[in-house]
């Protein structure tokens, strides 16, 4: 399995930015979206699971919208109302619904300026 991410830039405080990541081969999976600051450990972002079932991390709840185009096998990730806090490399990640196997994209730098 392979994940590329794309999407990633610099915006200022307040603005959006659209994160996409394409899974190649077909599997039933669950798909989602961590992030890791400098000098920190990576962390939950999103995830949109197989059944549309979608979860947030409390900080990017209500301003942050994951989605999924399953005949593209690709995620998305709308992020809306940056904050500079938002500042990471963002990784997509794919999870096989049955065996388990977590697989991960190359990330992309997200930098919001204050």
């Known amino acids: 399995v392979q994940l590329q991410a794309s999407g990633g830039g610099l915006v200022q405080a307040g603005g959006s930015l659209r994160l996409s990541c394409a899974a190649s081969?077909?599997?039933?999976?669950?798909m989602g979206w961590y992030r890791q600051a400098p000098g920190k450990e990576r962390e939950f972002v999103a995830r949109i699971n197989s059944d549309g079932s979608r979860t947030y991390a409390v900080s990017v709840k209500g301003r942050f919208t994951i989605s999924r185009d399953g005949a593209r096998n690709t995620v998305y990730l709308q992020m809306n109302s940056l904050k500079s806090e938002d500042t990471a490399v963002y990784y997509c990640?794919?999870?096989?619904?049955?065996?388990?196997?977590?697989?991960w994209g190359q990330g992309t730098q997200v930098t919001v300026s204050s």
């Open positions: 081969g077909s599997m039933i999976n669950h």
């Open positions: 990640n794919l999870q096989h619904v049955l065996t388990m196997n977590s697989y």
